[in-house]
């Protein structure tokens, strides 16, 4: 029906708009982080553009229901005022067919919703973190800033020069601490006029090589120092195989959460499913706080229906930490709260339509 797609199509790109504004300031707040990140020496600049792309999903489940929440409020808030609604209802449009026609974006948004904490999100966020570690693990030396001091794995370097598209270095300092076959501190400063990266062809073992330079080894409150001078000096960097921490339930598949009984486990699964479980929800008390009039203005609901927002996305949160420490069983978990939310939607659904609403 015509009047239908319309509606849908004004809740679609309300939300569109609310969708784009919102994301533009987690990514570029994010964006900022990880900036500072790269600046720090954490990571080379060219993995931004893919960190940021992993983390796309983890935005969007978060987004999308607020957004199209907002959606409803500001499309519907617009058609009361332009006395659009009371058209339709004239026109024999009851509040039921149009909730009717908001619940098939509401199925779509569900839909897109339980992909990203289902499915997406934990593999973005999986692969954010295998690179990130594996950066760290083999503290690539691309992410040098010539003339600064920056932290590489267990290591601080320090490089006057460093050639653009390449490792190799110039006027290298290294500080880094170790211990000695009794367990003691040891402080290790190494120095070289150059140096460059190689690996090992037979077991893919990882080299910084330093020519022309000095190694001093001391020990903390020791008088006694030791020199080295080289001509090459070969220091072993890490392996470049990265280790994650594979029991972070954030970064577990939702088919492997099924078969884990542990508590934090039931909460992640349950978070999961409880954002996609929002959506319609807030769908049901969006419609009735879209009611307003000339008087009242665009934005009179607005205050009370993010007040509702806060309060459900704080309890969901305040649930699943419960859940997943242990205090609350996971029989119970989340799905009061849902049950709470949609009783308190089929509530002003009945209030509206009997005082007031379209009929």
Not at 40 to 46: C, I, K, Q, R, W
Not at 139 to 148: K, M, V, W
Not at 208 to 226: H, M
Not at 302 to 327: E, K, R, T
Request: with cysteine; charged share 15%.
């Amino acid at each position: 029906m015509i009047v239908f797609r319309y509606l849908i199509r004004e809740i679609l790109t309300t939300m569109s708009a609310v969708t784009g504004i919102l994301l533009l300031v987690i990514m570029g707040n994010r964006f900022i982080r990880y900036f500072s990140d790269v600046a720090e020496g954490d990571f080379p600049a060219s993995l931004l553009g893919s960190l940021m792309l992993f983390h796309l999903p983890s935005f969007l489940q978060l987004i999308l229901p607020l957004a199209f929440f907002l959606g409803i409020l500001l499309a519907y808030g617009q058609l009361y005022l332009n006395s659009e609604m009371t058209v339709l209802a004239a026109c024999g449009v009851s509040p039921a067919r149009i909730l009717g026609a908001s619940c098939w974006p509401a199925l779509l948004m569900a839909c897109v919703v339980g992909a990203c904490s289902l499915w997406l999100t934990p593999a973005g966020l999986t692969q954010n973190e295998k690179t990130l570690t594996e950066q760290r693990e083999k503290a690539d030396f691309s992410a040098l800033t010539p003339g600064r001091f920056q932290k590489l794995g267990d290591r601080t370097i320090y490089a006057e020069r460093v050639e653009q598209g390449s490792s190799r270095m110039e006027n290298v300092f290294i500080a880094e601490q170790t211990r000695n076959e009794q367990g003691q501190r040891v402080d290790v400063l190494t120095q070289g006029k150059s140096g460059y990266q190689t690996t090992d062809p037979d077991n893919d073992s990882r080299f910084l090589v330093l020519s022309d330079g000095t190694r001093e080894s001391v020990r903390p409150g020791s008088r006694v120092a030791e020199q080295l001078v080289f001509d090459t000096y070969a220091a072993r960097l890490e392996n470049g195989t990265a280790q994650m921490d594979v029991d972070d339930v954030e970064l577990q598949p939702t088919w492997r959460l099924l078969g884990d009984d542990s508590n934090k486990a039931r909460a992640a699964l349950q978070w999961r499913i409880s954002l996609a479980l929002m959506v319609p929800i807030l769908t049901m008390i969006a419609l009735p706080l879209s009611r307003a009039n000339p008087r009242q203005g665009r934005f009179a609901k607005m205050m009370p229906a993010i007040i509702l927002y806060v309060a459900y996305m704080s309890l969901l949160l305040a649930a699943q930490d419960a859940v997943g420490s242990g205090s609350l069983p996971t029989s119970i978990g989340l799905w009061p709260i849902h049950a709470v939310f949609a009783l308190i939607g089929a509530w002003l659904l009945y209030r509206s339509s009997q005082y007031g609403g379209a009929r």
